[in-house]
């Protein structure tokens, strides 16, 4: 098998033109690296540069692998480089909330300052399963209410929130103190187009009371669905920061059984990510501007 070592060894021939000068590069023995260069023509069965040639010349084969060499030790030095330094990295963030990005928009200008080395972006999680992403290093960071027992996996719980049943004031419920599960029997329930297994109105909510809705229509853009609930088509779902101040006085917000559906929202990472600095000063910068921003949320609890 070609190493690492290997790669080094032909980088080493070429930059210095001798196998008397490599050696002296590498800090070995002409007779070390002649033993070395021998047991690397031994495995690809070929030599890998003409002998007695001034300069040093290559065959095909050894320019094969100076070309490999040329394309492979960059990038192991930069994921060296990486690995020792924390404060660079890469962070892509699934996120699993359509409403998310009030808060996480600035929480991400704060996260740039304190750590321009670090590469992020963003993408919906609605169109593929997150946490095997998350698994298989497609993403490095999951914004869910959803954590799963899974040791690969660990959480920065960020805040609590309420989900509430948002209606127009001449829907026949918004006169009610809060809704039970029978009231939404006769609803056209208005959600983005996920999945219902992946909302909480129907895990925590309709599904435990075994009842469906009249009619579920899935609608994408946020403002088209407040639209539908200020005609009285239909009634949403989502947490009270997720509406502006003017959306409020517009709309009827009420609580989704006596006690209310609350929830909490997590960072999900990959365990043996969790202790990267900037991976943890993500973590508090989400927490903080969410605590600055939004103002009907409550404490997380520990996962």
């Known amino acids: 098998m070609i190493e690492v070592s290997h790669l080094a060894l032909l980088k080493a021939l070429n930059k210095q033109g001798s196998v008397s000068r490599a050696a002296d590069s590498l800090f070995v023995t002409q007779s070390a690296l002649s033993h070395q260069i021998k047991k690397l023509e031994h ?32 990038r192991i030095d930069k994921i060296e480089k990486q690995l020792l330094d924390n404060e660079t990295g890469r962070l892509n963030i699934a996120i699993e ?44 960071m999951v914004l869910t209410s959803d954590p799963i027992q899974d040791k690969q996996f660990d959480y920065f719980p960020l805040f609590n929130y309420q989900m509430l049943a948002v209606m127009s004031h001449s829907n026949i419920l918004a006169s009610n103190k809060y809704l039970t599960p029978k009231d939404l029997q006769d609803q056209v329930l208005l959600t983005y187009p996920v999945n219902p297994k992946r909302l909480d109105v129907f895990n925590y909510f309709l599904n435990p009371a075994n009842i469906r809705p009249k009619k579920i229509r899935q609608v994408e853009l946020p403002l088209m669905m407040i639209q539908l609930v ?31 559906v609350w929830r909490t929202l997590y960072l999900a990472v990959r365990k043996p990510d969790m ?4 991976i943890q000063e993500f973590a508090r910068i989400a927490k903080m501007v969410s605590s600055e921003i939004l103002q009907d949320i409550r404490a997380p609890i520990q996962v």
């Open 43 to 74: 495995l690809i069965e070929s030599t890998i540069f003409v002998r007695h040639s001034e300069p040093l010349k290559f065959t095909p084969q050894g320019k094969a692998l100076l070309r490999l060499a040329d394309e492979v030790l960059p």
């Open 97 to 140: 909330c359509h409403s998310c990005f009030d808060w996480l928009i600035p929480t991400l200008d704060v996260f740039r300052e304190k750590q321009p080395k670090v590469d992020f972006d963003l993408s919906l999680a609605f169109s593929f399963e997150p946490m095997q992403a998350l698994k298989n290093y497609d993403i490095d």
């Open 275 to 278: 202790s990267l600095s900037y």
């Open 230 to 260: 200020l005609n009285n088509q239909g009634l949403a779902t989502m947490p009270q920061w997720a509406l502006t101040d003017e959306q409020k006085t517009k709309i009827a917000l009420k609580s989704l059984g006596k006690n209310g």
